[in-house]
């Protein structure tokens, strides 16, 4: 038994991962559509499919008035849809048998987005996934927003900012969806509005595609950012981030189009699943979501809620303050310990730094003996993320 003070506000789960790597064939297929001029596709031809979805915010359907309308649920109402708000791939990853929670059906089609947290251990997590499910297609999203857009004033090499700050750069007050904003775009010199370069975030996904035999799905994007934004700003919600209803109906054909193209029948793929094993196995603990925490904590800490639509729960620890959570190691053998806290970016953080102590681990056994709640990831815009740090 071990007891684990810490001073600040987190959420800790107790990670055990093998990472046993499953390589195949690479096949990877892109496919452009613009998700409206689409060859309509039955959507039952692949409703029959059996899904499981992984992935960030846009995923789980955040800004959609009706969730169900998330591309997960589009591809079939019996979609498992495993994504978790403010998440990168590592916690999937380190915990995936435990996320299945003695689920053990079969899944033909596999998808992740995690494509601006890609560097965060999602070929862990498709490595795994593949070893469990030998059979499934796995797709990889590569998915894009307006905040992906920025804009340069005199100095093309110095950004002014993102294109969300255009209207005020320029005296007016419009948002993403209104077509004078669109005209403002248009008209602005294209030489000063770039896309961000994410080629390091691309080669990450397509090295988790290759490591897993998996196929990438970029959703479309004109090469013009004027004409991505004038266009396609219908994809997203006014929050300039998530994907709107007609975003999501956008991914929901992308995928359908791929599993056209790759001639997929339905009954024929569902009686191919078979199931692999989760390697040596994990075991998480979360109360993120349901704000109910089974382990020991010390007098003075409690479980609350630390946003707006008391649905995200936390450990709050008070600055300056310690306390003890005690995690149990079920397992006759050594694992590692992955604690999952909240940042934010960028600097400063709004979190304090955190001191850890193991009190009952060797020394020379401690990795970690602090927690840096500042979040120093590839995004463009202050963020309030889930990190998870062995």
Not at 47 to 68: D, N, P, Q
Not at 80 to 90: D, E, F, H, M, Q
Not at 339 to 360: E, Q, R, S, V
Request: net charge negative; with cysteine.
């Amino acid at each position: 038994m071990a007891r684990y003070p810490i001073s600040s506000f987190v959420y800790i789960l107790l990670l055990i991962i093998s990472q046993n790597g499953v390589l195949g064939r690479f096949r990877r297929k892109q496919r452009n559509s613009d998700g409206d001029n689409h060859r309509r596709l039955s959507s039952s031809v692949f409703s029959s499919l059996r899904y499981v979805t992984f992935g960030s915010s846009v995923t789980w359907g955040a800004a959609m008035k009706h969730r169900e309308h998330a591309y997960p649920w589009l591809l079939s109402k019996d979609t498992k849809n495993l994504a978790l708000r403010a998440s990168g791939p590592l916690y999937p990853a380190v915990c995936l048998q435990s996320i299945f929670d003695g689920d053990d059906s079969v899944y033909d089609v596999i998808v992740l987005e995690y494509f601006m947290r890609a560097h965060e251990g999602l070929a862990e997590l498709a490595v795994r996934l593949r070893q469990r499910f030998p059979n499934a297609i796995i797709f990889f999203l590569q998915l894009w927003n307006p905040l992906h857009i920025n804009f340069y004033g005199d100095n093309e090499f110095a950004p002014i900012s993102n294109i969300k700050d255009l209207p005020a750069y320029v005296g007016e007050d419009v948002a993403l969806h209104d077509r004078k904003f669109h005209e403002i775009v248009m008209n602005f010199p294209p030489e000063k509005i770039q896309f961000i370069d994410f080629q390091e975030n691309e080669q990450l996904v397509r090295t988790a595609a290759e490591k897993s035999d998996g196929i990438v799905l970029p959703l479309y994007k004109p090469d013009d950012p004027r004409v991505a934004v004038s266009r396609y700003s219908h994809w997203f919600s006014s929050d300039w981030h998530h994907l709107s209803e007609k975003g999501h109906a956008a991914v929901y054909h992308l995928i359908l189009g791929a599993l056209e193209i790759m001639g997929i029948d339905a009954e024929e793929k569902r009686n191919q699943g078979i199931l692999g094993n989760w390697g040596d196995g994990d075991s998480c603990i979360s109360w993120y979501e349901s704000g109910k925490c089974p382990l020991e904590i010390s007098e003075g800490l409690e479980v609350k809620s630390f946003d707006s639509y008391n649905t995200k729960f936390a450990i709050e620890f008070f600055y300056g303050h310690g306390g003890s959570v005690v995690v149990n190691n079920q397992f006759d053998h050594d694992r590692d310990l992955h604690l999952t806290y909240m940042t934010t970016g960028p600097a400063p953080t709004i979190y304090p730094l955190t001191k850890l102590n193991f009190p009952t681990l060797e020394p020379e056994r401690i990795h970690l003996t602090e927690l840096d709640p500042t979040y120093d990831g590839r995004f463009n815009k202050p963020v309030h993320v889930a990190k998870t740090t062995k």
